[in-house]
């Protein structure tokens, strides 16, 4: 029997809004290297082989406000940095802004996460009084 030595699955997403007031058409998304991946919502795109060996996800366009997202799914050795090349579209270049997603909490946590830090502040300013109060004294 064969031993593979890494079975880790890699995952992430990049996120396409067209945040300007005109449709940015061309849209470019280069990459070193491509894996396997999906676009949601469904939408037309092209692949386009790069003479350097490089692959484009081309899309025609987007308009004001739009959003796609393409998932993408690899397995080590590659990484992350080996996947992308940048993005841009017929005007110009696009501006990537990293995100990190964070877990959503329930409002009734928010508010009891509140209270208890509102408590804790009043505590220590209680504390602090005491404490001045205690050292005016001797």
Do not use: C
């Not at 995952?11 to 676009?39: E, M, Q, W, Y």
């Not at 590659?78 to 017929?90: M, T």
């Not at 802004?97 to 996460?113: C, D, F, G």
């Amino acid at each position: 029997a064969t031993k593979v030595k890494d079975m880790n699955v890699y995952t992430h997403v990049i996120v396409l809004k067209n945040a300007g007031r005109k449709t940015a058409s061309g849209v470019r998304i280069s990459h070193h290297a491509l894996p396997d991946f999906s676009i949601y919502p469904d939408t037309e795109y092209k692949i386009i082989e790069l003479p350097g060996g490089g692959k484009e996800i081309f899309l025609d366009s987007l308009v004001p406000g739009q959003s796609i997202n393409v998932s993408y799914l690899y397995y080590a050795p590659l990484r992350l940095e080996q996947i992308h090349n940048g993005i841009r579209f017929a005007d110009g270049v696009a501006t990537q802004i990293p995100i990190r997603a964070t877990p959503i909490v329930s409002k009734q946590v928010e508010i009891t996460a509140g209270i208890l830090m509102l408590v804790g502040f009043i505590t220590l300013i209680y504390l602090g009084v005491l404490l001045v109060s205690h050292l005016m004294a001797v």
